[in-house]
Structure formats: structure tokens, C-alpha cells
């Protein structure tokens, strides 16, 4: 399915400014229109500014949206991903080694301020504006967060209009967290001073459906779940795992999630099993490449070249891969 957008880059493209914690926009040179748009299979990936492709969307024509978007906002701005691609530190913290392990750079969201958190809210307030706008009535919004920060995010997306469903549960081993006091680590062994993470929220919200649900499911197509079979609802704790070392070969993107995680909720998301699957945040295209695998139809918008570019060579890889069974948690 295309989707109608009115002209975003015809001669200028939009960039988000959260500087002074507001939410506008600031022109920025365009990139050349032979290499903004990337098909493969169901997926169409754009390069452009999520917010104004967003703004140029024709209404009602989303069905889902499952994104995993900067959860700080300003760990993927320009000079933060500098230093994170030439291994300079600033937000994303520096890999070390932890039992010979070599760690993965992640962010690091409790040096977030005041202003920050403003920024964070100005970010979701237009993000939900713009998203209850291009989805149809029923469409399930499934949004990634982290512990530190998913209360803001919850509550935004709420005053934007779209109802709050709940959160899934992703259930797997980081080495975020557990650490001993930073300079002091013989002094306080026995402190840690944040709990090992073991587990990821990813939020889930809807559109008002019109009606009863199950007018609103003949009518849109949307207002529920996918189950996975007849007799097992979708659940809302999934067990993971990190990106194997496989997939990460494919996609060296820093956030990257696992196919045999992303399969189950984009799966979940359309409950017929129709309709377009949105990723305003793609990064690497995982989410298309999981949206391909199942044969449903996805768009994705990723504004930073360098991930754009990985993207249009990770998608027909990862959708290739073939993921062992998936499975959540059984009762007891």
C-alpha cells in the first residue's frame, strides 16, 4: 500500500529543534531526491525528518505504528552521535570490559536535567499530536521505553488523546545496571547502586476506536490483538534476549532489538492481519524487516543518513533469518 504524503523535501527538509525545550522546527539542507526512498519486499523506508513526514501524512491511513524511538531524545542528536561513532563518550557511556566481556555503548539517562526532561515532553506532546492525527480510528501505537523515563512518555501520549493500553513487558538480561559507586567500588562492594535491568517497557496505547470493537474491526480493520492461535490471547511478557552477534553483524545499530522479538508484536499489532504497519524511528529497519517476514505491509522513517544507509542493506538480511520459537512465559 503507498501512502500519501503532501511534498516533505521537495525543496527543504525539518528538523526537530529541542534546544531551549520547545518544540519547532529549523530548515536543514536536503539530501539528493534520488536516495531518500527505499523499497524492498512490503517495506518503504524514507529518509527524511520523522516530525514533518509525519506532519505531511494523509489522515487515517496508519494502521499500527511500532517504534522504538531515542528514548532520551538527545543521545541521537548530531553531536552526541559523533562522539558515540569515534568513541568519545559524552551521553552514550564508553565500552568497557566486565568479565572479559567487552560492553556494549549505551546511554545514560540519570544524567538527564530538568531541561532534558522538558525537552523529552516537548519531543512526545508533538510526536502524539501528530500520530493520533495519521492513524485510524482503533490503530494500536506500541512504543519503547526506558524504566527511568516511561512515566513521561506514558503520560504525554495520553494528553495527546490516545488511550492508554497498557505496557508489554520485554523480559531480558542487560548489563545496564548493578554497578557498584563509581570511584568506590572496594569501599561499598556489597552496594549496587541501581538494580540489574532485566527487563524493557514497551508501551502500548490506541487510537478511540469508533464505536464497539468489533464495529470498529469491521469497519478499520483495528481496535485489538492479533492472537497466536486459537486457544493463546497475545500476552503482555516476552521473553528476549539481546540482538544475537548474527544480527548485529547485519545491523551494527546501537538499539538494535531482536527479530524474534520484533516478530511477535508486529504480528500482534494489525488483529486481522491487514493494514500498514508504521516505524517513524527505524534506525536499522528491524522493524520492516520483521513486518516483511510476516508478509505485512510497513513504512519506516529514519533521518540520519548513516543508519538510513544501514538500513537499506540490513532489511533483506534480517528478514531472512530464521528465529528459533518464541515463546513467553507459561503459568505455573
Not at 64 to 78: C, M, Q, S
Not at 139 to 153: E, G, Y
Not at 165 to 189: H, N
Request: hydrophobic fraction near 40%; charge should be positive; aromatic fraction near 8%.
Amino acid at each position: 500500500m503507498e501512502i500519501t504524503t503532501r511534498s516533505v523535501a521537495a525543496s527543504h527538509q525539518y528538523e526537530l529543534n529541542l534546544s531551549d525545550g520547545s518544540a519547532h522546527y529549523r530548515t536543514v539542507s536536503p539530501p539528493e531526491a534520488d536516495s531518500t526512498i527505499f523499497r524492498h519486499g512490503r517495506a518503504t523506508l524514507h529518509l527524511a525528518d520523522p516530525f514533518a513526514w509525519l506532519n505531511a501524512c494523509e489522515p487515517r491511513s496508519i494502521q499500527a505504528v511500532v517504534t522504538d524511538p531515542p528514548f532520551g531524545v538527545h543521545e541521537f542528536k548530531a553531536f552526541e552521535m559523533h562522539k558515540l561513532r569515534h568513541g568519545i563518550g559524552g551521553v552514550w557511556r564508553s565500552p568497557t570490559h566486565l568479565n572479559g566481556h567487552r560492553r556494549a555503548a549505551v546511554p545514560r539517562f540519570t544524567v538527564m536535567t530538568a531541561s532534558d526532561h522538558q525537552a523529552l515532553q516537548a519531543f512526545y506532546e508533538e510526536f502524539g499530536r501528530l500520530v493520533a492525527r495519521i492513524v485510524v480510528p482503533g490503530a494500536n501505537i506500541i512504543v519503547a521505553a526506558h524504566p527511568l523515563l516511561f512515566h513521561i512518555v506514558a503520560c504525554t501520549l495520553v494528553r495527546s488523546g490516545l488511550e492508554n493500553r497498557g505496557s508489554i513487558m520485554r523480559q531480558v538480561t542487560t548489563l545496564r545496571g548493578g554497578d557498584r559507586p563509581k570511584g568506590a567500588e572496594r569501599e561499598f562492594c556489597d552496594v549496587s547502586v541501581m538494580p540489574r535491568a532485566n527487563w524493557e517497557p514497551w508501551l502500548i496505547f490506541r487510537a478511540p476506536p469508533e464505536g464497539r470493537v468489533q464495529d470498529n474491526l469491521r469497519h478499520w480493520g483495528t481496535g485489538g490483538f492479533r492472537r497466536e492461535s486459537a486457544a493463546r490471547p497475545f500476552n503482555d511478557l516476552i521473553q528476549s534476549s539481546p540482538a544475537s552477534p548474527f544480527e548485529k553483524a547485519l545491523a551494527p545499530h546501537p538499539c538494535l532489538k531482536p527479530q524474534a522479538f520484533l516478530r511477535q508484536i508486529v504480528k500482534a499489532v494489525l488483529p486481522l492481519g491487514t493494514g500498514v504497519v508504521l516505524d517513524p524511528f527505524a534506525g536499522s529497519g528491524s522493524m520492516l524487516a520483521a513486518a516483511n517476514a510476516l508478509g505485512y505491509a510497513s513504512v519506516g522513517i529514519e533521518h540520519d543518513p548513516v543508519y538510513f544507509k544501514l538500513a537499506r542493506a540490513a532489511i533483506p538480511e534480517l528478514q531472512n533469518i530464521e528465529c528459533g520459537k518464541t515463546t513467553t512465559p507459561s503459568k505455573r
